[in-house]
T-cell receptor
Framework: AQKVTQAQTEISVVEKEDVTLDCVYETRDTTYYLFWYKQPPSGELVFLIRRNSFDEQNEISGRYSWNFQKSTSSFNFTITASQVVDSAVYFCALSEAISGGYNKLIFGAGTRLAVHP | DVKVTQSSRYLVKRTGEKVFLECVQD?????MFWYRQDPGLGLRLIYFSYDVKMKEKGDIPEGYSVSREKKERFSLILESASTNQTSMYLCASRGPKGVEQYFGPGTRLTVT
């Protein structure tokens, strides 16, 4: 069965520290997508990144970077020089193909990141 | 920018009441989704709709129904609310060529 595991339930860091959020997935599909979403205290999930299973290049966007490794079925997220505004719950998700050509998202349990001044 | 709105941020209902949660998106998206979010469980799919008047069960449809009469609106219905339906409910939409879903702000429902 498709599954996403975020083993870190909560992480607490001090501002300016680097922090890595782990995501491990299981899938039978050969083509799939992986995602990261951020959920700040306001509640709305904010889309951060999408990764195609055929593209293993790491990606950097400002202080955010993502490391996708098919060999270990991992899609880890690193925040460099963390800031208080990074405090949120972060979700990793995997697309699962379902009947009719559609797909749905399988979410991990989420990692709550607290960045203290 | 995609905008997904939900009718209420907070809702308190009594056991046995019929509850309607409304979701509206303004990007002409075909696909819409309802999830519930519970601590330690992440988001779980309740129902989704890939077009007007079409609906499909997700992973946890029991106790819920949905309605999609117009493309922009997707309603989640709790026919007879129970305390185990106390949760955060999130609506999302996705366009025909998109893969990522765009979420609304969520409705925190408490059933007493």
């Amino acid at each position: 069965a498709q599954k996403v595991t975020q083993a870190q339930t909560e992480i607490s860091v001090v501002e300016k520290e680097d922090v890595t959020l782990d995501c491990v997935y299981e899938t039978r599909d050969t083509t799939y997508y992986l995602f990261w979403y951020k959920q700040p205290p306001s509640g709305e999930l904010v889309f951060l990144i999408r990764r195609n299973s055929f593209d293993e290049q790491n990606e950097i966007s400002g202080r955010y970077s993502w490391n996708f490794q098919k060999s270990t079925s991992s899609f880890n997220f690193t925040i460099t020089a963390s800031q208080v505004v990074d405090s949120a719950v972060y979700f990793c998700a995997l697309s699962e193909a379902i009947s009719g050509g559609y797909n749905k998202l399988i979410f991990g349990a989420g990692t709550r990141l607290a960045v203290h001044p | 920018d995609v905008k997904v709105t939900q009718s209420s941020r907070y809702l308190v209902k009594r056991t046995g009441e019929k509850v309607f949660l409304e979701c509206v998106q303004d990007m002409d998206h075909e696909n819409m989704f309802w999830y519930r979010q519970d601590p330690g469980l992440g988001l779980r799919l309740i129902y989704f709709s890939y077009d007007v008047k079409m609906k499909e069960k997700g992973d946890i449809p029991e106790g819920y129904s949905v309605s999609r009469e117009k493309k922009e609106r997707f309603s989640l219905i709790l026919e007879s609310a129970s305390t185990n339906q106390t949760s955060m409910y999130l609506c999302a939409s996705r366009g025909p060529k998109g893969v990522e879903q765009y979420f609304g702000p969520g409705t925190r429902l408490t059933v007493t």
